[in-house]
Nanobody, 124 residues
Framework: QVQLVESGGGLVQAGGSLRLSCAASERTFRHNAMGWFRQAPGKAREFVAAISWSGSNIDFADVVKGRFTISRDNAQNTVYLQMNSLKPEDTAVYYC?????????????????WGQGTQVTVSS
């Protein structure tokens, strides 16, 4: 069964931190690169970060580079997004996605499986 479930979103003040988790079914997670995307109201979905199946290749959007980190636990079929120094412009629904290939991509069209999303709100 294909399944991705995000958790860890919430309301935080600017400068604060949140850690998002995405628990996946083994079928969804195994051998797949994982990505995080976000969508703010009235805006298109945008790439945030991605990690390859092996964890050796990681990519970040420029707007989060240096503030966010991505990691994965292949034994637990879970991927994480640690978000530090949060800004009001980081407010969005954050989605976890599985690619269907082991290498990373910034294109949302190349991701096959998607979670339902978790809301992150950063107050000023």
């Amino acid at each position: 069964q294909v399944q991705l479930v995000e958790s860890g979103g919430g309301l935080v003040q600017a400068g604060g931190s949140l850690r998002l988790s995405c628990a996946a079914s083994e079928r969804t997670f195994r051998h797949n690169a994982m990505g995080w995307f976000r969508q703010a109201p009235g805006k298109a979905r945008e790439f945030v970060a991605a990690i390859s199946w092996s964890g050796s290749n990681i990519d970040f959007a420029d707007v989060v580079k240096g503030r966010f980190t991505i990691s994965r636990d292949n034994a637990q079929n879970t991927v994480y997004l640690q978000m530090n120094s949060l800004k009001p412009e980081d407010t969005a629904v954050y989605y976890c996605a599985a690619r269907g290939l082991p290498v990373v991509s910034r294109s949302s069209y190349s991701y096959v499986y998607w979670g339902q999303g978790t809301q992150v709100t950063v107050s000023s």
